[in-house]
């Protein structure tokens, strides 16, 4: 059972992925939330759990709050108790002030990788959105994707930075779920296999290596994360599914760069749990030695990041799609319509190699 919420969460993310996004030095990652409503929580906990910039240094998440009834019991607490982020919750009125609780968000902060606006009022997020921009052009500051959890998708803005999340209705939020439920059939289906390979005769012994049917909900919970990161893992490689087959593989040096990130998602997730680095596994302790950075893991566990990254065509083609790679290119000032259609034209004349 998936939420609309959740999924119009999940799209939210989808639209400001930290792949398709990058700010130059590589600075510590910055992302903020903004408004009031159920969405709120749904996206605060949503981007922790991606673990964002932390096998490097914690990410911090700055939450602008306009109400008071937006997280359920406990949860706020949670969040800033857990060692996944670093979590600052303010709170802001209308009119000057909000200007100001901008300004004390970005200003000497790393810049912003991403803000994502809610609130439950027909049009608000929207006027977030666009509040959001106009402070950040005025202050001289990057605009990162500002993500706008809307009723509707419109153009909106000056900066094409604003992006709409809307909720699935729910034939395409079932259809939704039973994908994300087939993928993550099939990342546990890889983790066994590799398993058996690799631990031959012990194989079994662990709570994770049983079959799906008699897997614990909170290990389906775990490959459902996996198969849900899909896309977050494909953007930081210059990579996106499209319906077809033949999909291009991925170069070691890749499968490397998203075990990294297979690996913070699983460690965020973790702490967001109430674990911690702890020298030896303990569960009644909530204690795990693999919370750690990447680099200090052994080789067998980093093996078991890489498996999940080579579950990514398998997950792909459930969905009658194959990983492709993207090519971008970076302009200094907006085209016209003539310049705009000689730039598509030389494009798709051009071999992908020689961009």
Request: one cysteine or more; a negative charge; hydrophobic letters at 50%.
């Amino acid at each position: 059972v998936v939420s609309l919420s959740q999924m119009t969460t999940r799209r939210g993310a989808a639209a400001a992925m930290s792949g398709r996004y990058t700010i130059e030095g590589d600075p510590r990652v910055h992302i903020a939330l903004y408004g009031s409503g159920e969405a709120l929580e749904a996206a605060a906990f949503d981007i922790v759990r991606q673990g964002f910039g932390l096998d490097l240094e914690r990410p911090l998440l700055s939450i602008l709050r306009t109400g008071h009834a937006d997280f359920s019991a406990g949860a706020l607490d949670r969040l800033q108790a857990s060692t996944a982020a670093e979590v600052r919750v303010l709170a802001a009125a209308a009119g000057f002030g909000l200007d100001r609780a901008i300004a004390d968000i970005v200003l000497d902060a790393p810049p912003l990788l991403a803000l994502h606006c809610a609130s439950p009022a027909p049009g608000e997020a929207e006027a977030l959105a666009l509040r959001w921009e106009d402070v950040l052009l005025g202050l001289r500051r990057p605009v990162p994707p500002i993500i706008a959890y809307s009723s509707a998708s419109a153009p909106l803005g000056r900066t094409g930075m604003i992006r709409m999340a809307v909720a699935p209705d729910l034939a395409e939020a079932r259809d939704l779920a039973e994908l994300m439920d087939a993928r993550a059939r099939a990342v546990h289906a890889a983790f066994l296999n590799a398993q058996r390979a690799a631990r031959g005769g012990a194989f079994g012994a662990a709570p994770a290596e049983v079959e799906w049917t008699s897997l614990p909900e909170a290990f389906r919970d775990d490959n459902r994360a996996v198969a849900d990161q899909m896309e977050f893992k494909l953007a930081q490689i210059f990579m996106l599914t499209q319906p077809g087959g033949d999909g291009v593989a991925l170069a070691p040096a890749e499968i490397e760069t998203l075990a990294r990130t297979a690996h913070a998602r699983w460690w965020a997730a973790k702490a967001l749990a109430g674990w911690r680095h702890g020298d030896s596994r303990d569960d009644r302790l909530q204690l795990h030695p693999d919370m750690q950075p990447y680099d200090l893991l052994s080789e067998p566990v980093k093996q078991k990041d890489r498996d999940e990254v080579a579950s990514l065509p398998v997950m792909a083609a459930l969905a009658g799609e194959a990983l492709r790679r993207e090519r971008r290119l970076g302009l200094t000032q907006a085209l016209d319509a003539a310049a705009l259609a000689r730039l598509r034209t030389t494009l798709a004349t051009t071999p992908k190699t020689h961009v």
